[in-house]
């Protein structure tokens, strides 16, 4: 099984930069992932790692260190439309994914 | 193009009754499943299907089926609901079961009563 943690809540200022973390225990490795979910919508999908090292796509970056077990989500020149939860998944060798409780981020003007 | 729908949007029941949740999706995907979505615990899989005729258990199966007869349907049955069924429930997809992005539906808001 997997256990994931990551930080209940985070507040940020409009234009900030954001980091999220996240830290996982897994039986069996397959992948991180990140997820965005505005309230009372559907998650969709941000970002993928499978190897140690930083992913760049736009605004958003992700990094994934397997040795640590670690993760974070980096959000650059924050938005208001960034507030939503971000929730970090572990897949594993079954390409099951396992979700952590999510992070609220509000961003603030 | 629609994606993944889901019905109905959301739900009271009455505990002891049957209830089906469905999902539909147009993109021809073959990986389907199954999460209910709880405050403080997140997504958790209840079932999933990595191709048409197939289905698996995933962490929280209990009180659950699924069926696959086809690729485009997938629909969840709560034999007999409990309060504790009380959750959002999304449906996915993927295009396979090891791509890396799953297509997730509106949900369906269920209350078990």
């Known amino acids: 099984g997997q256990n994931i943690d990551q930080p209940t809540e985070m507040t940020a200022t409009e234009g900030a930069i954001v980091q999220i973390n996240c830290t996982y225990q897994t039986s069996g490795f397959n992948g991180l992932f990140w997820y965005q979910q505005h309230a009372g919508e559907a998650p969709t999908f941000l970002s993928y790692n499978v190897l140690d090292g930083l992913e760049e796509k736009g605004r958003f970056s992700s990094f994934l260190s397997r040795s640590k077990g670690y993760s974070y989500l980096l959000l650059k020149e924050l938005q208001m439309k960034d507030s939503a939860s971000y929730l970090c998944?572990?897949?594993?060798?079954?390409?099951?994914?396992?979700f952590g409780a999510g992070t609220t981020v509000t961003v603030r003007a | 193009i629609a994606g993944i729908t889901q019905a109905p949007t959301s739900q009271i029941l009455a505990a002891g009754r049957r209830m089906t949740l469905r999902c539909t999706q147009d993109?021809?995907?073959?990986?389907m499943y199954w999460y209910r979505q709880d405050l403080g615990l997140g997504l958790r899989l209840i079932h999933y299907?990595?191709?048409?005729?197939?289905?698996g258990k995933g962490e929280v199966p209990d009180g659950y089926s699924v069926s696959r007869a086809n690729t485009d349907d997938f629909p969840l049955t709560l034999a007999s609901a409990v309060p504790s069924q009380t959750s959002v429930y999304f449906c996915?997809?993927?295009?396979?079961?090891?791509?890396?992005?799953?297509?997730f539906g509106p949900g369906t808001r269920l209350t078990v009563t």
């Open positions: 299907s990595n191709t048409a005729g197939t289905t």
């Open positions: 993109m021809r995907h073959n990986a």
């Open positions: 998944a572990v897949r594993d060798s079954d390409y099951k994914l396992s």
């Open positions: 996915a997809s993927s295009e396979w079961a090891d791509s890396y992005e799953q297509y």
